[in-house]
Each structure stands twice: as C-alpha cells, then as structure tokens.
C-alpha cells in the first residue's frame, strides 16, 4: 500500500481516538451533572453530543473511501472494517450518555434519596474500558482488550448490587420509587456502555489474534 | 463483476433474511413464555441464540472475504459494508430476547401481576420493524424502511405507557415492585430491539438514497 494510504489510516486512528475522547467525557459530564444535582453540567453532554454525530458520519464515509480507492485486502481491510464498527459503537456509547443527562434532568424534580456510591464507580471503570478498548485498537494490543473483558465483569457486578440496593428502597417507602427506578435506568445505561467497550474489545482481539471471542466471553473472563 | 459475485451476494441476502427469521421467532418465543408461564418455551429461545451466534460469524467471513477478492466499490461496497452491520444488528436483537426469556423465567418465581396486553403489540410491532427493515435492505425499499422508523415511535410511546402503569401497581403495593420492575425492563428490551431495526432501516435509507438519516430522524418522522 502507499504511503498516502498508511497516513490516512493514521489519520482515521486519530479520528477515533478524538471520538472516543470526547465520548469519555460525554459520560464523565452526564455523571457529574447527576451527582452535582447541576443542569447546566448536563446541558453540555447535548452540545457534544453534536460533535460525535457529525464524527461518525465523517467517519464512515472515510472508510469507505479507503476501502473503494485502495482496495486492501488482509489485515488493512480488517482493520478498516473494524474502524466502521467501533465507530457506531462510540456513537451509541454517546446516546447512553445523553439518556444519562436525561434522566439526571429528571431527577432534579426529586429530593436527593441518598449519597451515590457506587453509580459514579461505575462510571469511572466505564471510561477507562472505553479509553482502553481504542488505545488496544490502535496499538492492536490483545492483551489490554482481555482486560477491557474482565471489568465488564466488575460493572456487570455493580449493575447487580446497584439494583438489589435500590430495590430495598422502594420496599421500605413507595415514595422512593420514582427516584430509585430512574437510578435503576442510569445503571443499566452505564452496562450498555461497558457492553459496547466489550463489543469493541472483542473485536480488537479478533482482528490481532484472528481468533473470534464473540460467543466464547465465558472462557475469557 | 462476476456472476460469481452476484450470486454470492444474493446468497449473502438469503442468509440475513434467514438470520432475521431466527430472531424474529426468538422474540416471538420469550414473549410466548412471558405470557403463557411456560419455561419450557423460554428454552427454545436459547437455542435458537447459538444457530444466529454462528450465522454472525459466518456472515461476518464471507462479507472480508467478497471484499477482499472483488475489491467492489460505489454500490456493492455499501451494500456489503451494510450487511456487516446488519449482522450485528440482528445478533444484539437476539441478545434482548436472551434478556426477554431470562426475565420471563424469574417472573414464574411470583404469580402474575395483570393480563399482559402492551408488552404483547409491543413485541408484535417489534418483530414486524425486524422483518420489514431487512425486506427493505435486500428489495434496496427506502419507502418501506421509512415505515419501520415510524413504527419505532409507536413502541417508544408504548414503552412510555407500560412505565406509567407499572408505576402505579408498584406504588399502590410495594409487594408488586418486584414484577412491575420486570416487566418495566422486559419492556425496555424489545424497545432496544425496535433501536435495532431501527438502525438498519436507517442504513437502508443511507444506502438508497445516500442520504445519511442517522442524525436527522426528528425529521424524518
């Protein structure tokens, strides 16, 4: 391939990484505005929210340019097929983030039900397996992917012990429903993030390895 | 190209539609074994996960492969790129009738809360967006994909609906919470199963008309 080639799939790394950034902050803010009880924190999470769009769309169209105009083959075409998937991954990882504000905005109607602990540790294992799961894609590290797998495992645990926890809110006090379910939702979109970091994961270890954990996370983890 | 590559494409179509025929039957099954009570039901779903678990990957080769060896570009590289997401489209579907059966499993713990009316349509417009959108992708209908976008606010509006009742039973008697919450994230995965169709008519729209719906849907319903 050129070496025109070889700068533009450079390029298209750098693009990622700047999308998935910028997603990493669109969950870092969506959780802030929910703990700091702040709407306009959450008005930001909207406005980049913008940004990532429009990045996807350029994005793809990249891909599909460097795919019709260089017609790679082997590891190149892997690698720019991969490219395309991650970055609906980003995109959708950006949509959880925005029901996140959402439902943070919501909240702001309620009284506080109690200090948040372990939605916010979620949160911060998920921003790290979204920054980790691309810089695994760009340096095609396996090895860093694996560990994207085993704290999926850790949110999936939290998203467990998060609902057990609010659930005895609700027994103890109807009055906390409102407030306890939407908290229950905000867990649930932080494990759909973790889920796409996986996604994403998976697919880094296929493209190194050429070996498919798609369907196989159990022996993984 | 090829008549060789034209009739691996429409072996490709054949095999999504097929893919889309185990999801759909998958939908109908959890939802089977959510309002009859019969767990027996429930375990054809997983089945039914490993065949479609297979499929994707299968799916997954031959599109690197037809890439690979034709080096298409215009119309037949979106096409195949199209069908990469769908792939995964149709398997995350199949994830959300896992959530489905799983769910409907552990209700047979309690004893029903209320005839099951909206989950049911719910699930029946679902399986309707998943049939039409991939008919649309392979008959290349931009009209009939539009119509699963305007289905998708039908099940949006529905799921908004099965909240609010839930909500009531869960507040008139906190023994109900645990159901009600159930049923609230049943309903929560076949609205991700419409965001799935609703991804791949969007594409559909993207690869007829190379007009990139994906960001503009306030418009288009």
Redesign the interface.
Same mark, same amino acid.
């Given at each position: 391939m050129t070496r025109v080639f070889d700068s533009e799939l450079a390029e298209l790394k750098e693009l990622l990484l700047y999308m998935g950034g910028l997603v990493e902050s669109m969950i870092h803010l969506s959780i802030k505005s929910l703990v700091e009880r702040e709407e306009s924190v959450g008005k930001e999470v909207y406005g980049k929210e913008n940004e990532v769009? &429009?990045l %996807?769309?350029e994005i793809d169209d990249r891909? @599909?340019k460097l795919? /019709?105009l260089n %017609?790679p /083959?082997?590891t190149d #075409?892997?690698f720019i =097929?991969s490219a395309? &998937?991650i970055n609906?991954e980003l995109e959708r990882m950006g949509d959880q983030a925005i029901n996140i504000a959402d439902a943070s905005k919501e909240l702001l109607k309620f009284s506080q039900l109690k200090r948040l602990i372990d939605i916010p540790l979620m949160a911060d294992i998920s921003k790290t397996m979204v920054k980790d799961c691309l810089d695994a894609f760009v340096r095609a590290d396996a090895e860093l992917a694996r560990s994207v797998l085993v704290r999926d495992n850790k949110v999936d645990g939290l998203k467990d012990q998060i609902f057990r926890e609010l @659930?005895t809110y609700? #027994?103890s006090e =109807?009055k906390h429903?409102?407030v306890a @379910?939407e908290l229950? @939702?905000i867990s649930?979109h932080l494990e759909r993030i973790g889920d796409h970091a996986t996604?994403i994961a998976e697919d880094v270890i296929f493209m190194v390895e050429g070996q498919?954990v798609?369907?196989y996370q159990k022996d993984v983890r």
């Open positions: 769009n &429009k %996807q769309i891909c @599909l795919i /019709a %017609q /083959a082997g #075409l892997r =097929t395309m &998937k609906s @659930l609700m #027994l =109807t429903i409102p @379910l229950i @939702l649930r996604n498919d798609r369907h």
